[in-house]
Antibody
Framework: QVHLVESGGGVVQSGRSLRLSCVVS????????MHWVRQAPGKGLEWVAV????????HYLDSVRGRFTISRDNSKNTLYLQMNSLRGEDTAVYYC???????????WGQGTLVTVSS | EIVLTQSPATLSLSPGERATLSCRAS??????FAWYQQKPGQAPRLLIY???NRATGIPARFSGSGSGTDFTLTISSLEPGDFAVYYC?????????FGGGTRLEIK
């Protein structure tokens, strides 16, 4: 079975940093692109970033480009999202999801909540 | 960015009825289109990809159609577990975008 487990969320002050992790199992991690998608409380889904299977290609939502960095460690089956200069509007549940670089998202983790306080 | 507009925002139906959910894109996305279901407190689940292909394990009562700018998700006969929020998504251009969602509620 495919499993994706996010961690690293929490309460952080505006302007500070946080790193999210997503550990996966049940598929060959190094063969698939991976995404981060977020959902603000009571709101819809917003795609954040994607990384290719080999880590060489990345795309970002404009509002996070330059502040967030997506990366992966294929030897650890782990996806990361380094979030710097956090803002109140970054408050959301962050999901990692399996999917090709420009594709649909076939499996999702349960999410980790990030709350940015002022 | 490609904007996806879902309608209606809320759909009230009874179990056994047919549900038709719509999504319109601000420009053509060809068939690079997906539908997801999200229940309260849960992660989204992929239902349909490439406009009309059911994802693994998705029952045949779910079907998708459309291409270009207009897409439809049809649930042929609603079951109690189908009442949820449904999102559409395009992958034709960056950034990937989602619609605002349709809440399917029990009448």
């Amino acid at each position: 079975q495919v499993h994706l487990v996010e961690s690293g969320g929490g309460v952080v002050q505006s302007g500070r940093s946080l790193r999210l992790s997503c550990v996966v199992s049940g598929f060959t991690f190094s063969s698939y692109g991976m995404h981060w998608v977020r959902q603000a409380p009571g709101k819809g889904l917003e795609w954040v970033a994607v990384i290719s299977d080999d880590g060489n290609n990345k795309h970002y939502l404009d509002s996070v480009r330059g502040r967030f960095t997506i990366s992966r460690d294929n030897s650890k089956n782990t996806l990361y999202l380094q979030m710097n200069s956090l803002r109140g509007e970054d408050t959301a549940v962050y999901y990692c999801a399996k999917g090709p670089l420009g594709g649909h998202l076939s499996y999702w983790g349960q999410g980790t909540l990030v709350t940015v306080s002022s | 960015e490609i904007v996806l507009t879902q309608s209606p925002a809320t759909l009230s139906l009874s179990p056994g009825e047919r549900a038709t959910l719509s999504c319109r894109a601000s420009q053509s996305v060809s068939s690079y289109f997906a539908w997801y279901q999200q229940k309260p407190g849960q992660a989204p689940r992929l239902l349909i990809y490439d406009a009309s292909n059911r994802a693994t394990g998705i029952p045949a009562r779910f079907s998708g159609s459309g291409s270009g700018t207009d897409f439809t998700l049809t649930i042929s006969s609603l079951e109690p577990g189908d009442f949820a929020v449904y999102y559409c998504q395009q992958r034709a251009d960056w950034p990937l975008t989602f619609g605002g969602g349709t809440r399917l509620e029990i009448k």
